[in-house]
């Protein structure tokens, strides 16, 4: 299937032109005069919003989460943001989150726990090295909490059940153990369907009986160690139920981010950032036929969820490469008409209401173009044709603002 595929690429590369994202887009009159540095933005547009979302045009990219880092510090420090809600393994994260918090570990190790090689590099350590001292130099109410809404892993949300459940009814640790024993990272990709079903179908119980008992639960441990322990549970089956979900795997891992990131901010986290690739984060939910997490907390917070997209005109990331498995370096470009907005700023945010001040502005904004999107996983056939690696967006209604990036570069893995 996959030599058919790239066979296919190939042979459109040779009769369809290559499309570009400008595409006939109306740049007529374009101005960046609403542009300004990232590193000088107050972000006054974001504060006081429900959820922020900060979005990636590619994974693999130092700039981009340069530009997360940004945000993140400038909502923390100024806006009162508290929590940072990662496209991670939720176990994963709460192990990052020990580090930020309590200073268990290294940055590099907690960079590793979030679960995916995404996160596996010296620009992901650097940000969660920022939260760490921003921590250790804040009282608790101040400190930054780390949370996971992603559920693609088993092992760290393993250990932290059962270590939960060694505290409230040691007798069932063992049971439950052997009950998800099949559920495992390392062979998550390899392991038999009716062995993952009879596992998922296992951690359903699990949480039944955790739901049935909870009264015994809080009394001997908390409210909230509990609610934590049952959502690493929740997660352990949801994610054994995507890997048999077969087409709908991206229709329910997003309907599940979106009510992980609900769950976050039901705990009581007031003001969340929430960190992804922009596809998930996109208001309109541009790059997928169904409803996407980004449509769905638009739909849930309304004016309250305020959208940062990025985009960029040429990128060499990171990437799994899908024919080897391995992971590579590729580049994409494109001409993006959203280059005229933000004129030579090399990092350069513009919130678009004030930019549609100017009619030129507005009529590009509200105009659909392509708009760059890589996920991780890739293969350099892609690169021939634009239209593998842009969507067609109308940007004003999927962002509230945008980061622009000429020229992105790798980042540095660990």
Not at 9 to 14: C, V
Not at 74 to 79: A, C, G, M, N, Y
Not at 174 to 184: E, G, I, K, N, S
């Amino acid at each position: 299937m996959a030599h058919t595929l790239a066979r296919l690429l190939a042979g459109l590369a040779l009769i369809v032109p290559a499309v570009t994202a400008c595409g006939g887009a109306d740049t007529a009159g374009v101005t960046s005069g609403a542009v300004v540095p990232l590193d000088q933005a107050t972000l006054a547009d974001a504060a006081g919003k429900r959820v922020v979302g900060v979005g990636e045009a590619t994974h693999g990219n130092k700039e981009f989460v340069q530009a997360r880092m940004l945000v993140i510090q400038r909502l923390v420090r100024e806006h009162g943001f508290r929590t940072v809600a990662l496209e991670a393994d939720f176990g994963g994260t709460a192990v990052a989150d020990d580090y930020v918090v309590e200073g268990l570990g290294t940055a590099e190790q907690a960079a590793a726990a979030l679960g995916f090689d995404i996160y596996r590099t010296r620009e992901t350590a650097s940000l969660l090295q920022w939260l760490h001292d921003h921590n250790a130099a804040v009282a608790a109410p101040a400190k930054v909490r780390l949370h996971g809404f992603d559920m693609q892993r088993y092992d760290r949300n393993k250990e932290r059940l059962l270590r939960y459940l060694a505290t409230v009814e040691p007798a069932q640790v063992r049971p439950v153990q052997q009950a998800l024993a099949d559920l495992t990272d390392a062979t998550r990709s390899v392991q038999d369907k009716t062995k993952i079903a009879a596992a998922a179908t296992a951690a359903e119980r699990i949480t039944t009986r955790m739901r049935d008992h909870e009264a015994t639960y809080v009394r001997l441990s908390s409210p909230e160690s509990f609610a934590v322990a049952l959502h690493h549970a929740e997660t352990i089956g949801r994610g054994a139920r995507l890997q048999l979900s077969g087409a709908d795997y991206a229709r329910k891992r997003d309907a599940w981010m979106a009510e992980a990131v609900d769950w976050i901010i039901g705990t009581g986290r007031e003001h969340v950032i929430v960190a992804g690739h922009n596809s998930h984060l996109d208001k309109t939910g541009a790059a997928f036929s169904f409803e996407s997490m980004g449509r769905r907390l638009a739909r849930t917070y309304g004016g309250g969820y305020f959208a940062i997209g990025t985009e960029f005109a040429t990128s060499t990331f990171l990437s799994r490469d899908d024919s080897s498995g391995e992971r590579e370096q590729f580049t994409v470009s494109h001409d993006s008409p959203l280059a005229k907005l933000f004129g030579a700023q090399p990092l350069g945010y513009v919130n678009l209401a004030q930019a549609s001040a100017t009619p030129a502005n507005r009529r590009l904004l509200g105009s659909e173009i392509r708009m760059g999107s890589v996920g991780d996983g890739y293969r350099s056939i892609y690169s021939m044709l634009s239209w593998t690696y842009t969507v067609p967006m109308v940007p004003a209604r999927a962002y509230d603002a945008l980061v622009y990036v000429p020229r992105a570069t790798p980042v540095t893995p660990l």
